[in-house]
Nanobody, 127 residues
C-alpha cells in the first residue's frame, strides 16, 4: 500500500511563489511516475507535471512550462512542485499521484491511469 500526503498550499498574490510537497510512504519504489494534477471547480482534473521514478525525466503541461518545477528528494521520499510566477488561473486543488506502470509513452498525463492519490491541497492566487 502507498500513501501520499500533500502540503504547502495556500493563498498567494499573482506573481508570487509556493512550493508543494508530496510525502510518499509505502512500497513506491520501481513505480513508473509521480505526477501533479490540479482541479478547479467545475473542471476536470488536469495534468500539471510528472517525474519518471527511475530515470528522473520531467514533463510539464504547456500552461506551466518555465514557471513550475517538479523535483524529488529520495532521502525524504518526497516529491516537490515549485510554483513561480503564479497566475489567478493557477487557482485549484492540487493533487499528487503515483502511477505504478507505464501504459504508453506519455501515460503520465492521464489521471485515470494513476493508482494512488493524495488528499489534495488548495492553491489560491489572487489578482
Amino acid at each position: 500500500q502507498v500513501q501520499l500526503v500533500e502540503s504547502g498550499g495556500g493563498l498567494v498574490q499573482a506573481g508570487g511563489s509556493l512550493r508543494l510537497s508530496c510525502a510518499v510512504s509505502g512500497r513506491a519504489f520501481n513505480s513508473y511516475a509521480m505526477g501533479w494534477f490540479r482541479q478547479a471547480p467545475g473542471k476536470e482534473r488536469e495534468f500539471v507535471a510528472a517525474l519518471s521514478w527511475s530515470a528522473g525525466n520531467t514533463y510539464y503541461a504547456d500552461s506551466v512550462k518555465g514557471r513550475f518545477t517538479i523535483s524529488r528528494d529520495n532521502a525524504k521520499n518526497t516529491v516537490y512542485l515549485q510554483m513561480n510566477s503564479l497566475k489567478p488561473e493557477d487557482t485549484a486543488v492540487y493533487y499528487c499521484g503515483l502511477q505504478r506502470v507505464s501504459y504508453y509513452s506519455d501515460s503520465y498525463g492521464s489521471p485515470n491511469l494513476y493508482d494512488y492519490w493524495g488528499q489534495g491541497t488548495q492553491v489560491t492566487v489572487s489578482s
